[in-house]
């Protein structure tokens, strides 16, 4: 059986676009058309309807599809398995990245990373906690970086990096703003009830942030009004820089000596980063390894925020050895 076939398959599934996949393969649309031709005539059926924009699978091409990517998914396990047993340090990881705070994280992690493994080749894409979710849900992410609540988890593993607690922010020149504190230090308990009145800037919809922004304020019956919706959490904490509204974001974007007064909000909201992979797939020494130097990341960058009083956070990954 030849894999590049299959991957061909999988990939104009993905696509549903014979063109977009043979750009993504680096191959002709012509070279990949006679693949898919060549196959159709062995399996004496089609494997997608054809249409100018948008090809999709025949029942046959779920089948085939389906199929075929648990034959990469065996594959690749079979592999690591095989490196990790005579120790060979050498292979692709394909990682999943929330926007911002993700990729940050990726930039601080992948020099360690590399100077331990530089013949591990990483492909991180950034995307969205659901899509990544289905994507590993699909076996095509080996691991994905998450900031989720429990009842956001999936069937999926997850591997818990650090908690962090959502926290509010409002300019140092609101009437309440005295009663907040400052980034270090135990900041004081407030209800969002008194800023009922305030303009926030909000994460969008769809956002994990977003949620439990929104399922606050259902608790409390409240809908202050919203000046900025944005995919930035470094957006939202310089609109309450500039003094021009409130907002609720994780205590990891506090800034040392901003014009901003914290407060711990009255439900402490927090939520998880967690690692996440297939259920019932092989996770390999080097995917451990760069989950644990994942782990020592957030460890320091929540410790960074953390009152000095308070305890540091254990590491959770003695059961990965």
């Known amino acids: 059986m030849d894999l590049r076939q299959l991957e061909y398959m999988i990939q104009i599934a993905e696509e549903s676009n014979i063109t977009k996949a043979a750009e993504k393969l680096f191959i002709t649309q012509s070279a990949l058309n006679q693949q898919l031709l060549k196959l159709e005539k062995e399996l004496g059926t089609q494997l997608f309807v054809r249409s100018r924009s948008n090809w999709h699978l025949t029942q046959v091409g779920k089948i085939y599809v389906e199929n075929a990517r648990q034959i990469i998914r065996i594959k690749k396990e079979t592999y690591n398995r095989i490196n990790d047993l005579i120790d060979i340090k050498k292979g692709k990881l394909v990682i999943g990245l929330t926007p911002e705070r993700g990729t ?166 927090m939520w998880e980063l967690s690692a996440s992979y297939k259920r019932d797939s092989y996770l390999s020494n080097i995917a451990k390894d760069l989950i644990r130097i994942s782990t020592d990341y957030w460890a320091k960058k929540i410790k960074s925020v953390t009152p000095s009083n308070e305890k540091e956070i254990p590491s959770p990954f003695s059961h990965l050895s």
């Open 104 to 269: 940050e994280m990726f930039a601080n992690i992948y020099p360690i990373f590399y100077k331990k493994y530089p013949d591990i080749k990483i492909e991180p894409i950034e995307m969205p906690v659901k899509r990544q979710q289905y994507e590993i849900s699909q076996g095509n992410l080996d691991i994905g970086f998450l900031t989720l609540q429990n009842s956001q988890k999936t069937n999926d593993h997850h591997i818990h990096l650090c908690s962090e607690e959502i926290i509010l922010g409002v300019p140092h020149t609101h009437p309440l703003a005295h009663l907040g504190g400052k980034l270090g230090e135990t900041l004081p308990k407030i209800s969002l009830k008194r800023f009922e009145q305030d303009f926030f800037s909000v994460m969008q919809k769809g956002s994990t942030l977003r949620e439990i922004y929104d399922a606050l304020l259902m608790e409390e019956k409240l809908s202050p009004p919203i000046l900025l919706e944005t995919r930035s959490c470094e957006n939202l904490h310089r609109m309450v820089e500039e003094g021009i509204c409130c907002s609720v974001f994780p205590i990891t974007y506090a800034k040392r000596g901003s014009n901003v007064s914290y407060f711990s909000i009255l439900q402490n909201p």
